[in-house]
C-alpha cells in the first residue's frame, strides 16, 4: 500500500476510534496488539493487511473502509436525539465564489477573511491557481490570500476542477477586459436541469463579448470598441447573472447602470468588495446598480463576506425535524425574514436578540432561538421568488419543515428543473411526499422519521434535507456520497456533532 494510502487509513482510524471515544489502548486490547502498533498505524506508518483492516472495522463499528471505490465520503447518523447549543452562521458559498471571480480584477493582493472553507471554494481555487493566480490560506485561519500572475495562463486552465461548478462562468465579466480571445471550459455544478447561460451572454454583449459553444468549451471574442451606451436590462433578475454584469462594469471606465439587477445576499457582497476596490456603485441593495469602473485596479484589499442565509435556515431547519432549541448566532435577518414570516404563519415560535453588524460592516446579524412547537401546514403552497422573496435554495428546507406540520403543503419550486423530483426522496426516510409534476410537491405530515441509507440526491440542498431527516430518524442511517454536501458547507457533520447529533464520517479508499 502506498504511504498515501496508509496515511488516509491511519486518519480515518483515528477519527473512527474517536468517535467511538476509545483510547488508543482500548483498541489494541481489542485487537490484541500494542498501543504503540496502533498509534503506527494511526500515523500511516504501519503496513496493513486486508485482515487487519477488516478486524479494525469490527472493532470500531465502522465500515469506513470499503474497498473498491474511489473515495467518496459518507456519513453514518444515529439519530432521533435533540440538540442543544448555539452554533455560529459561517460565511456563505455564494458570496465566496463570486469574491474569488473578482479577485481577478485586482492587480494587487487580495486577502478573502473568513472564507468558508468548502468544496466548491477548493475546486475555483484549483481552477484560479492552474491559470497562474498564486492563492494560500494564511495560517490557522480561514482567511485566503489571492495574487494574481501578471498574464494569467488561460491555457492551463484545469478543466476538470472547472466543470465541476457553474462559477466559472463568472470569470467572463473580469477576463473580457484583459483578454481579446479567450476560451473557458462549460458550466457544471450542482444537477438541477439545465440552466440558463444566455442571460449572462446578452447581459456581457454591450461590452463587446461574443461567445460561441464548440465542443464543451465557450471560445470568447471581444470587440473593444464596443461599450455599453445605454443601461442593461437583464431579462432575468439572476444573481450570477447580475455578478457578471457587474465585474464587467467595474472596470470599464465610465458609468454602467444595470437594470432588473438581482438585490440578493452574494451581490450585496460583490458589491461592498468592489467598492473597497475603488468603484463607486450605487443603488446596492435595490434593482438599478449604477457603476463607475475603473480602468485599472491595482490595490491590496481585505474584506469578509457576510454570513449564509442559507445555512442559517438549514440550522433552523435541524431545530424544527429534531424538536430542539438551538440558537443560531449570526442570522443575517434581512435574508430570511421572509421564511421566518412563513414559518410563522405555520406555529414556529423563536426569539431574536438585537442586530448587530457582519464583519463587513454592513449586513444586519441576529443570534435566533428556536422554541420547539407543534406546526401546522400552510393555507397557500409555498414557493420561491427572487429577492426579496423566500429564498429558491430555502425551498427544499420547507419540504422538511411542511413534513414536520400537521397538515398537507404544497411546495413549488417553479425554478429548477430538477429540484422538486429530488424531494421525493424524503419518501425513503419516512415521509409522505407525492409527486404532482415535475415542479410541485404535496407534502403530509407529520412524519414518523425512520433510519435508512440513501445515496445523496446530486444536488446540495435536497441532500442536506436527507441529512436533517435523519437526524430526526431514531436508529442508525447511513448518507451515501456527501460530496455534494460539502461542496457548500464547512465541517457540516462535525458542528452538528457539536450540537449533541452523532454523525460519523467514513470514506471508500
Ligand atoms: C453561485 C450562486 O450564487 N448560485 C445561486 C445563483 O445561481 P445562478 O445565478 O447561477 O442561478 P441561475 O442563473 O441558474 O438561475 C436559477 C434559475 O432561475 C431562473 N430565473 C432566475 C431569475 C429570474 O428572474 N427568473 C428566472 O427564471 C433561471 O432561468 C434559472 O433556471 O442563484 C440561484 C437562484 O437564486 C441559486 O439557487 C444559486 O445558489
Ligand atoms: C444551487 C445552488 O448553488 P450553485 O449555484 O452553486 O449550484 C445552491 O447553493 O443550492
Same mark, same amino acid.
Given at each position: 500500500?502506498? /504511504?498515501?494510502?496508509?496515511?488516509?487509513?491511519?486518519?480515518?482510524?483515528?477519527?473512527?476510534?474517536?468517535?467511538?471515544?476509545?483510547?488508543?489502548?482500548?483498541?489494541?486490547?481489542?485487537?490484541?496488539?500494542?498501543?504503540?502498533?496502533?498509534?503506527?498505524?494511526?500515523?500511516?506508518?504501519?503496513?496493513?493487511?486486508?485482515?487487519?483492516?477488516?478486524?479494525?472495522?469490527?472493532?470500531?463499528?465502522?465500515?469506513?473502509?470499503?474497498?473498491?471505490?474511489?473515495?467518496?465520503?459518507?456519513?453514518? *447518523?444515529?439519530?432521533?436525539?435533540?440538540?442543544?447549543?448555539?452554533?455560529?452562521?459561517?460565511?456563505?458559498?455564494?458570496?465566496?465564489?463570486?469574491?474569488?471571480?473578482?479577485?481577478?480584477?485586482?492587480?494587487?493582493?487580495?486577502?478573502?477573511?473568513?472564507?468558508?472553507?468548502?468544496?466548491?471554494?477548493?475546486?475555483?481555487?484549483?481552477?484560479?491557481?492552474?491559470?497562474?493566480?498564486?492563492?494560500?490560506?494564511?495560517?490557522?485561519?480561514?482567511?485566503?490570500?489571492?495574487?494574481?500572475?501578471?498574464?494569467? #495562463?488561460?491555457?492551463?486552465?484545469?478543466?476538470?476542477?472547472?466543470?465541476?461548478?457553474?462559477?466559472?462562468?463568472?470569470?467572463?465579466?473580469?477576463?473580457?477586459?484583459?483578454?481579446?480571445?479567450?476560451?473557458?471550459?462549460?458550466?457544471?455544478?450542482?444537477?438541477?436541469?439545465?440552466?440558463?447561460? /444566455?442571460? %449572462?451572454?446578452?447581459?456581457?454583449?454591450?461590452?463587446?463579448?461574443?461567445?460561441?459553444?464548440?465542443?464543451?468549451?465557450?471560445?470568447?471574442?471581444?470587440?473593444?470598441?464596443?461599450?455599453?451606451? $445605454?443601461?442593461?436590462?437583464?431579462?432575468?433578475?439572476?444573481?450570477?447573472?447580475?455578478?457578471?454584469?457587474?465585474?464587467?462594469?467595474?472596470? %470599464?471606465?465610465?458609468?454602467?447602470?444595470?437594470?432588473?439587477?438581482?438585490?440578493?445576499?452574494?451581490?450585496?457582497?460583490?458589491?461592498?468588495?468592489?467598492?473597497?476596490?475603488?468603484?463607486?456603485?450605487?443603488? *446596492?441593495?435595490?434593482?438599478?446598480?449604477?457603476?463607475?469602473?475603473?480602468?485599472?485596479?491595482?490595490?491590496?484589499?481585505?474584506?469578509?463576506?457576510?454570513?449564509?442565509?442559507?445555512?442559517?435556515?438549514?440550522?433552523?431547519?435541524?431545530?424544527?425535524?429534531?424538536?430542539?432549541?438551538?440558537?443560531?448566532?449570526?442570522?443575517?435577518?434581512?435574508?430570511?425574514?421572509?421564511?421566518?414570516?412563513?414559518?410563522?404563519?405555520?406555529?414556529?415560535?423563536?426569539?431574536? !436578540?438585537?442586530?448587530? $453588524?457582519?464583519?463587513?460592516?454592513?449586513?444586519?446579524?441576529?443570534?435566533?432561538? !428556536?422554541?420547539?412547537?407543534?406546526?401546522?401546514?400552510?393555507? #397557500?403552497?409555498? %414557493?420561491?421568488?427572487?429577492?426579496?422573496?423566500?429564498?429558491?435554495?430555502?425551498?427544499?428546507?420547507?419540504?422538511?419543515?411542511?413534513?414536520?406540520?400537521?397538515?398537507?403543503?404544497?411546495?413549488? #419550486?417553479?425554478?429548477?428543473?430538477?429540484?422538486?423530483?429530488?424531494?421525493?426522496?424524503?419518501?425513503?426516510?419516512?415521509?409522505?411526499?407525492?409527486?404532482?409534476?415535475?415542479?410541485?410537491?404535496?407534502?403530509?405530515?407529520?412524519?414518523?422519521?425512520?433510519?435508512?441509507?440513501?445515496?445523496?440526491?446530486?444536488?446540495?440542498?435536497?441532500?442536506?434535507?436527507?441529512?436533517?431527516?435523519?437526524?430526526?430518524?431514531?436508529?442508525?442511517?447511513?448518507?451515501?456520497?456527501?460530496?455534494?454536501?460539502?461542496?457548500?458547507?464547512?465541517?457540516?457533520?462535525?458542528?452538528?456533532?457539536?450540537?449533541?447529533?452523532?454523525?460519523?464520517?467514513?470514506?471508500?479508499?
Amino acid at each position: 500500500m502506498s /504511504e498515501d494510502y496508509l496515511a488516509r487509513i491511519g486518519t480515518l482510524i483515528r477519527d473512527a476510534r474517536r468517535h467511538k471515544s476509545m483510547t488508543q489502548n482500548e483498541l489494541a486490547l481489542a485487537l490484541g496488539t500494542s498501543q504503540s502498533a496502533v498509534a503506527r498505524i494511526e500515523q500511516g506508518k504501519q503496513n496493513l493487511s486486508l485482515e487487519m483492516l477488516a478486524r479494525i472495522g469490527e472493532c470500531l463499528d465502522s465500515e469506513f473502509v470499503s474497498l473498491g471505490h474511489s473515495g467518496a465520503q459518507h456519513l453514518r *447518523i444515529v439519530g432521533g436525539t435533540k440538540l442543544s447549543g448555539a452554533i455560529d452562521v459561517k460565511t456563505s458559498k455564494n458570496a465566496a465564489v463570486a469574491l474569488l471571480c473578482a479577485s481577478l480584477l485586482n492587480r494587487g493582493r487580495t486577502t478573502l477573511r473568513n472564507l468558508a472553507r468548502i468544496e466548491e471554494v477548493n475546486r475555483i481555487l484549483e481552477v484560479l491557481t492552474s491559470i497562474g493566480v498564486k492563492a494560500r490560506w494564511l495560517p490557522d485561519s480561514n482567511d485566503l490570500e489571492l495574487v494574481p500572475p501578471a498574464r494569467l #495562463d488561460l491555457a492551463g486552465i484545469d478543466v476538470d476542477a472547472a466543470r465541476r461548478t457553474r462559477t466559472v462562468i463568472m470569470f467572463l465579466g473580469p477576463l473580457l477586459h484583459e483578454y481579446p480571445e479567450f476560451q473557458l471550459p462549460y458550466a457544471g455544478g450542482c444537477d438541477l436541469g439545465t440552466r440558463t447561460v /444566455e442571460p %449572462h451572454m446578452s447581459a456581457l454583449r454591450p461590452f463587446g463579448l461574443n461567445v460561441t459553444a464548440h465542443s464543451g468549451f465557450y471560445e470568447a471574442r471581444v470587440d473593444g470598441d464596443v461599450t455599453p451606451g $445605454r443601461p442593461i436590462v437583464l431579462t432575468e433578475r439572476g444573481d450570477t447573472v447580475t455578478e457578471n454584469a457587474l465585474l464587467a462594469a467595474a472596470r %470599464h471606465e465610465g458609468v454602467t447602470v444595470i437594470r432588473n439587477a438581482s438585490p440578493n445576499y452574494m451581490v450585496q457582497d460583490l458589491c461592498f468588495f468592489l467598492e473597497k476596490l475603488g468603484v463607486r456603485i450605487e443603488g *446596492i441593495g435595490s434593482t438599478t446598480l449604477t457603476v463607475h469602473g475603473r480602468r485599472e485596479i491595482d490595490m491590496d484589499v481585505e474584506y469578509s463576506p457576510s454570513e449564509d442565509p442559507i445555512e442559517a435556515m438549514s440550522l433552523l431547519a435541524a431545530a424544527v425535524v429534531t424538536e430542539s432549541e438551538i440558537t443560531i448566532r449570526r442570522v443575517p435577518i434581512e435574508f430570511l425574514e421572509i421564511e421566518l414570516a412563513q414559518l410563522e404563519l405555520m406555529g414556529m415560535k423563536y426569539d431574536i !436578540t438585537q442586530e448587530y $453588524r457582519s464583519a463587513n460592516g454592513h449586513t444586519r446579524l441576529v443570534d435566533l432561538t !428556536t422554541i420547539p412547537g407543534p406546526l401546522v401546514a400552510p393555507t #397557500d403552497k409555498i %414557493h420561491p421568488m427572487p429577492f426579496p422573496g423566500l429564498n429558491i435554495d430555502n425551498l427544499p428546507f420547507f419540504a422538511i419543515i411542511a413534513a414536520c406540520a400537521e397538515g398537507t403543503t404544497m411546495i413549488h #419550486d417553479w425554478v429548477y428543473e430538477n429540484r422538486a423530483i429530488y424531494l421525493t426522496e424524503l419518501t425513503k426516510v419516512g415521509a409522505r411526499v407525492q409527486l404532482l409534476d415535475p415542479h410541485r410537491v404535496m407534502i403530509e405530515g407529520p412524519t414518523r422519521w425512520r433510519a435508512t441509507e440513501v445515496i445523496c440526491p446530486p444536488a446540495l440542498r435536497p441532500a442536506v434535507v436527507i441529512l436533517l431527516a435523519m437526524l430526526a430518524a431514531p436508529g442508525t442511517s447511513v448518507l451515501r456520497n456527501v460530496y455534494v454536501i460539502n461542496r457548500g458547507y464547512e465541517e457540516l457533520a462535525e458542528r452538528l456533532n457539536a450540537l449533541g447529533a452523532t454523525i460519523e464520517t467514513f470514506r471508500d479508499i
